[in-house]
């Protein structure tokens, strides 16, 4: 798929639709784009590498773009390996390149490469370098999500690399039926969600600069209504609801307690409930349910008990937004047990430790299956929620 910037820069990156596991963990069933950027000019400057899976055919695609002309300048932007993974085989390509990174990307870089008699020019927060024509604008965004990441604004043109700022998953000609944030936000909350505050602050950078496009790491290069994309990122990194709505996400070993959740879910329905997503751990896609999580403003919980604990799926899953600093929510508890219930135990003390996270009351206890007589407390909570 041919992607336009503008007469000089170029896009030269690659779609990966042979990867199963992006990071080893997240699926990713339409793929992912590693993204690259050449800028043409009186010097050449390429924004960031790809991945070695992708590697033979980016350099196809950069000497292509060429035309015999060698890279002055590589910007590395991001050392995670899906962006600077082939930067030893640039350093082969153009023995005389200058590396540009700040203090922090130089410090980490020989950890990747042997970089030795390689030139490296050590750039700082709002420092620019002149290509000609265009002008590179440096700002640094540490722990976003790495603690070398920065940004680069091309002023001329008014483009903002973002590095994995605004990235989705999902390779260029994937047809988005539910649009850009959906796989945005799975990936935003599950591999950038823990960094609110860092991201917070890179958007006050940004808020300074005129952009007219962002050029992601991953995913589409966004040239208009940026105004949606930049307030998505700011919803989501304070920690805001995106819309009302409750999730309901179960463990259940035998079925009893995933017929429990869907009662519930009927229960708020009945009640008017804007939107209610349910959803099995022991099968749904994890990543999915914990961007779910983030974008509602409630969540119940409903998990059997296990090994005087609770489902592992269960544990799994609020472990997952324990790490990912899930807060400012109302959460309410069901739990299942034969003979010595103690998930809801369990999973109060795990979402006590989060900030702002209120837990309604009351909490329901099922003893093996769901009755007439658990139907009221259920009901008692479903008016709770509901009316949070």
């Known amino acids: 798929m041919e992607v336009k910037i503008s007469n000089d820069v170029k896009y030269i990156g ?11 963990q997240y699926v990713v069933p339409e793929g992912v784009t590693y993204n690259s950027y050449l800028i043409l000019d009186e010097k050449v400057a390429l924004m960031d590498t790809v ?7 980016w350099e196809k695609n950069l000497m292509a ?6 890279v002055d300048y590589l910007v590395v932007s991001h050392l995670e390996p899906d962006h600077a993974g082939s930067i030893g085989r640039l350093m082969e390509l153009f023995p005389e390149v200058t590396l540009v990174g700040n203090a922090k990307t130089f410090a980490m870089l020989p950890q990747f490469f042997d970089v030795s008699g390689i030139k490296q020019q050590t750039v ?10 265009h002008t590179l604008n440096f700002y640094m965004a540490p722990m976003v999500h790495w603690p070398e990441v920065m940004v680069t604004y091309e002023s001329t043109e008014k483009i903002l690399f973002s590095a994995d700022g605004f990235g989705k998953f999902g390779a260029m000609d994937a047809e988005d039926d539910e649009g850009w944030a959906c796989e945005a936000r799975r990936y935003y909350f599950n591999i950038v969600g823990k960094y609110g505050a860092p991201v917070q602050a890179l958007l006050k950078k940004a808020a300074t600069l005129d952009i007219e496009k962002i050029c992601p790491l991953h995913g589409p290069i966004l040239d208009e209504n940026l105004g949606y994309y930049i307030g998505l990122y700011d919803t989501w990194s304070s ?26 879910a009927e229960m708020l329905r009945e009640r008017g409930v804007e939107k209610v997503v349910v959803s099995d751990l022991a099968r749904e896609d994890m990543a999915e349910v914990i961007e779910d999580a983030f974008r509602y403003d409630r969540m119940v919980v409903a998990g059997a008990s296990y090994d005087g604990g609770v489902f592992p799926c269960m544990q799994d899953f609020l472990h997952h937004l324990q790490s990912k600093a899930y807060q400012n929510r109302t959460v309410g508890i069901i739990e299942n047990g034969s003979w ?4 809801a ?7 006590d ?8 009351e009351p909490s329901v206890t099922i003893k093996s299956t769901m009755k007439e007589t658990d139907v009221p407390v259920m009901e008692a909570l479903a008016d709770a929620i509901a009316g949070a």
């Open 124 to 133: 700082a927060e709002g420092e620019s370098l002149s290509l000609g024509k």
């Open 239 to 264: 920690y805001r609801p995106e819309n009302k709505g409750v999730l309901v996400a179960y463990a259940s070993i035998h079925g009893n307690t995933g017929k429990a959740a869907e009662k519930f």
């Open 345 to 351: 135990k369990t999973m109060k003390a795990v979402l």
């Open 65 to 70: 773009e060429l035309g015999g002309r060698s």
């Open 340 to 343: 010595a219930p103690c998930a």
């Open 51 to 57: 991945d070695v899976r992708g590697m033979e055919e």
């Open 14 to 24: 690659v779609d990966d639709r042979t990867i199963d596991l992006f990071e080893s």
């Open 353 to 360: 430790t989060m900030k702002n996270v209120t837990i309604v």
